[in-house]
T-cell receptor, first 113, second 116 residues
Framework: KQEVTQIPAALSVPEGENLVLNCSFTDSAIYNLQWFRQDPGKGLTSLLLIQSSQREQTSGRLNASLDKSSGRSTLYIAASQPGDSATYLCAVRTTSGTYKYIFGTGTRLKVLA | GAVVSQHPSRVICKSGTSVKIECRSLDFQATTMFWYRQFPKQSLMLMATSNEGSKATYEQGVEKDKFLINHASLTLSTLTVTSAHPEDSSFYIC????????????FGNGTRLTVT
């Protein structure tokens, strides 16, 4: 059974700092891994999607990497801003059954001005 | 873009009544839609996967007769919470993706259901 874990559960950093969020998964049989952010009381916004054959994806100040063999992904946020404060979730799409997404536990990020 | 619209955003209902939540993909055809439930400060729990024109696939422990899912068209899926009880109070979120296993998942803004 696929399990997705995110560390740390919460993180508080001063503005301007570069930071790394971690995501690990137990079963490497995935199609892709997607990173999302969720603001309080809202749905999720897609940030980056990395296909299983890819190593990394970049969008602006965000860079996500994927090491499928070791079951790990990282989300790197450069020059963090208070507007980056949110919960970040990773999800893997399984290759079996209904090709569903399994979500991680999330990292609550607070960037202090 | 890929916009998913979910309505209503908030609903309060009395115990024993039914509530319908709509999820629409506004600018793309969603062959697959997923319904999630989220408890405070917790991650998303998948309830069911629906494909257009076929019956939904429910996750273990989710009551099919209580949470009715219909995916009648490529742009609309509905979740009906039947005979709602206070323990059904939660945040429900739908998501949709185009055809293709590497199509990104796009989310609605969620529905806060409160059953009194």
């Amino acid at each position: 059974k696929q399990e997705v874990t995110q560390i740390p559960a919460a993180l508080s950093v001063p503005e301007g700092e570069n930071l790394v969020l971690n995501c690990s998964f137990t079963d490497s049989a995935i199609y892709n891994l997607q990173w999302f952010r969720q603001d309080p009381g809202k749905g999720l916004t897609s940030l980056l999607l990395i296909q299983s054959s890819q190593r990394e994806q970049t969008s602006g100040r965000l860079n996500a990497s994927l090491d499928k063999s070791s079951g790990r992904s990282t989300l790197y946020i450069a020059a963090s801003q208070p507007g980056d404060s949110a919960t970040y979730l990773c999800a893997v799409r399984t290759t079996s059954g209904t090709y569903k997404y399994i979500f991680g536990t999330g990292t609550r990020l607070k960037v202090l001005a | 873009g890929a916009v998913v619209s979910q309505h209503p955003s908030r609903v309060i209902c009395k115990s024993g009544t039914s509530v319908k939540i709509e999820c629409r993909s506004l600018d793309f055809q969603a062959t697959t839609m997923f319904w999630y439930r989220q408890f405070p400060k917790q991650s998303l729990m998948l309830m069911a996967t629906s494909n257009e024109g076929s019956k939904a696939t429910y996750e273990q422990g989710v009551e099919k007769d209580k949470f009715l899912i219909n995916h009648a068209s490529l742009t609309l899926s509905t979740l009906t919470v039947t005979s709602a009880h206070p323990e059904d109070s939660s945040f429900y979120i739908c998501s949709a993706s185009r055809q293709g296993v590497n199509s990104p998942l796009h989310f609605g803004n969620g529905t806060r259901l409160t059953v009194t």
